[in-house]
Nanobody
Framework: QVQLVESGGGLVQPGGSLRLSCAASRNIFRSNTMGWYRQAPGMPRELVAKITSGGSTSYANSVNGRFTISRDDAKNTLYLQMNSLKPEDTAVYYC????????????WGQGTQVTVSS
């Protein structure tokens, strides 16, 4: 069964905004910390934002102050509001439930492509 489905990516100009969504299976979303990851071409996948089941958030330095992660537990949906986008934000964005520093709870979804370019 499909467990993680990301959407909302697209092409945007520098300085623009996008809102990503991740529909997750309840068994993954429930009571878990959830995170947004991204992978640029030729680069390893990196965690850019995470939110605990209690709503505490943390961000990578590269996106802090520009991105906002949120969750809707009733809908089992994770969001990432991305503002002031830069070309270096170009990547495929994925969601998952991080376990420790390197593991994740579920198989990766297909991701959603974000391209920041003029």
């Amino acid at each position: 069964q499909v467990q993680l489905v990301e959407s909302g990516g697209g092409l945007v100009q520098p300085g623009g905004s996008l809102r990503l969504s991740c529909a997750a299976s309840r068994n993954i979303f429930r009571s878990n910390t959830m995170g947004w990851y991204r992978q640029a071409p030729g680069m390893p996948r990196e965690l850019v934002a995470k939110i605990t089941s209690g709503g505490s958030t943390s961000y990578a330095n590269s996106v802090n102050g520009r991105f906002t992660i949120s969750r809707d537990d009733a809908k089992n949906t994770l969001y990432l509001q991305m503002n002031s986008l830069k070309p270096e934000d170009t990547a495929v964005y994925y969601c998952n439930a991080p376990i420790g520093t390197t593991l994740v709870a579920a198989s990766w979804g297909q991701g959603t492509q974000v391209t920041v370019s003029s």
